[in-house]
């Protein structure tokens, strides 16, 4: 049984009959440094499937110098990665998407067992992960610069290079697709990585590492560390010769990164953080398309995708009719261990628990929809999707509770929506339900909010600037924009002979 690796067992059927197998030993993830999966000194880290808490994997908490090693290795990959011609290095992306692609079930199968999703929620990311590969294995295809003459007829251009070494670091929420949206502009646009998913979701990448090395992408330009935050991602991140970070996670993790790397004013920061959305409903909707959409909104993934919207504000002259039908339509579709997962871990259940039980001890509560979850959950981290209305003030208006929890609030103007849509210290995503056309452009405007999706959720065009104002974070990706991450600007300025 311990020879088994995942890949050996692409279908869920297989799957789980081998983790329920009586002599089941979990698998034992190795770093992939310089090409080559490497054993780790380090004592290891307990992966657990949140549908049923039993441990599956064990995977190394690299230590500051596994990390140097995989920053070496990166390194000294650079040096010719770094002027492959760009109709190479595209080749090697799109055999990497075709890797994926041909294995999608198996990625599917394993993402939903390590982070508790769905499997038809795991196959979308899935895809998406594959199209991240796809987009950039083209977009490098077919790059314009910008070029200018002065009055004096020198031409001046803008010319690019890729950076360097970067830190790709990744959250357990839609593991693939994350590491992915980091690694496939990081690799098309010439830059080496050291990529750490979350200790809580590594399984992926190491698929993913597996693929790499079956699509023969020369040793170090990939290099997958697992690990904990402290100490591995924290090691990377503070890497003198890592070059630039490309973050996602919590706000709290970001700050911390922020100060780690204040003192190297040359490595590049993108931070792309937490979130507490605003779904604004007005009462002008369609109210069956608008209750499906501000639903999804709030429970795919259950509630764990940093773009949901956790604040639901419906003007008060539909509440009578959109409450109700809400609730019967979350009723009828969300249910748990079909199209709820669960959520990733009993930290995690404990501190959603902690908020839905908080909120059961003030009176001024409403419960529309789901209890307090019990303390000590059986056979997995289960959370039923919980509507409520809560207090203006209430803590679950402002923090982000990355879970199956929603609130409900009546609004009666636009300016006041706007106002207690924006009063949030995230400014991560927004989404406004309207059929009056120059509202969706004069709220849409005024929204602090770094992605606005107007009747319409989770749209995603690659080329458009991805990230968030206020505390979700800095800096944007996606097409264009992760150029600007990935490679340095040098303008040039040449006469004419
Ligand atoms: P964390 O911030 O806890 O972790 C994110 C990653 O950072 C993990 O790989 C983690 O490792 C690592 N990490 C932790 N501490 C450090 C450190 N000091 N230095 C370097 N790396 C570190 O976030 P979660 O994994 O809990 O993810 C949930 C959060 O991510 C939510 O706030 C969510 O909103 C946000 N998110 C934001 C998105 C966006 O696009 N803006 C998209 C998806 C999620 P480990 O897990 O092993 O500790």
């Known amino acids: 049984m311990t020879s088994i690796q995942p890949w050996d067992l692409p279908t869920h059927s297989a799957a789980t009959a081998h983790l329920q197998h009586p002599s089941f030993q979990p698998f034992r993830l190795q770093n992939l440094i310089n090409g080559q999966t490497t ?89 998406r992960a594959i199209s991240n590969f796809r987009y950039f294995a083209t977009f490098i295809l077919h790059e314009e610069t910008a ?64 693929i790499a090395q079956d699509a023969n992408l020369p040793p170090g330009v990939l290099n997958v560390v697992y690990g904990a935050g402290n100490p591995t991602g924290s090691a990377l991140v503070r890497h003198p010769r890592v070059k630039g970070v490309s973050f996602t996670g919590g706000t709290v993790t970001g700050r911390q990164i922020r100060r780690d790397t204040a003192g190297d004013i040359g490595k590049h920061l993108s931070l792309e953080l937490g979130g507490k959305n605003p779904t604004i409903v007005f009462d002008d909707v369609d109210v069956e398309k608008a209750v499906a959409t501000a639903a999804a909104a709030a429970f795919e993934n259950q509630g764990e995708i940093c773009l949901c919207g956790s604040r639901i504000y419906i003007q008060k ?59 000590t959950p059986q056979d997995g ?4 999707p919980t509507i409520l209305t809560v207090a203006e003030d209430s803590v679950l208006m402002k ?19 706007v106002r207690r849509a924006n009063d949030s210290e995230y400014g991560l995503a927004a989404i406004l339900l309207t059929r009056d056309g120059a509202r969706m452009r004069r709220v849409g405007e005024q ?51």
């Not at 992306?93 to 508790?116: M, P, T, Y």
């Not at 109700?324 to 404990?350: C, D, M, N, W």
């Open 39 to 127: 054993p780790s000194p380090s004592p290891t880290l307990e992966s657990i499937n949140p549908q049923t808490g039993q441990v599956f994997a064990h995977i190394p908490n690299s230590t500051a110098e596994e990390v140097s090693q995989a920053v070496t290795a990166a390194e000294t990959a650079f040096k010719s990665w770094s002027t492959t011609p760009a109709t190479q290095r595209s080749q090697y992306l799109q055999r990497i998407a075709d890797g994926i692609e041909a294995q999608r079930e198996l990625f599917a199968v394993w993402e939903s067992i390590d982070q508790g999703k769905t499997l038809a929620r795991a196959r979308i990311e899935i895809d």
């Open 147 to 210: 070029a200018r003459w002065t009055e004096t007829n020198i031409l001046t251009y803008e010319h690019r290079s890729p950076k360097g070494v970067f830190a790709l670091i990744s959250p357990w929420n839609l593991p693939l697709y994350l590491l992915s949206w980091k690694i496939a502009p990081c690799l098309a646009f010439g830059c080496a990585a050291v990529a750490k998913p979350s200790e809580l979701t590594s399984l992926s990448a190491y698929l993913l590492g597996k």
């Open 317 to 375: 002259t539909l509440w009578e009719k959109f409450v109700p039908r809400f609730i019967a339509y979350v009723q009828e579709k969300y249910t748990l261990g079909e199209t709820v997962g669960a959520v990733i871990s009993l930290p995690h259940y404990r501190k959603i628990r902690s908020y839905i039980s908080l909120a059961a001890q003030d009176p001024a509560t409403v419960f529309h929809l789901g209890s307090v979850p019990d303390e």
């Open 381 to 384: 981290y289960w959370i039923a």
């Open 399 to 417: 923090d982000e509770i990355f879970g199956p929890v929603v609130t409900l609030s009546p609004f009666e103007t636009e300016d006041e929506v």
């Open 447 to 497: 929204l602090q909010a770094g992605l606005v999706w107007v009747n319409c959720w989770l749209v995603r065009e690659l080329g458009t600037p991805f990230g968030g104002m206020k505390a979700s974070g800095i800096g944007r990706e996606g097409g264009e924009y992760s150029r600007g991450v990935f490679t340095g600007v040098r303008t040039v300025h040449v006469p004419a002979f």
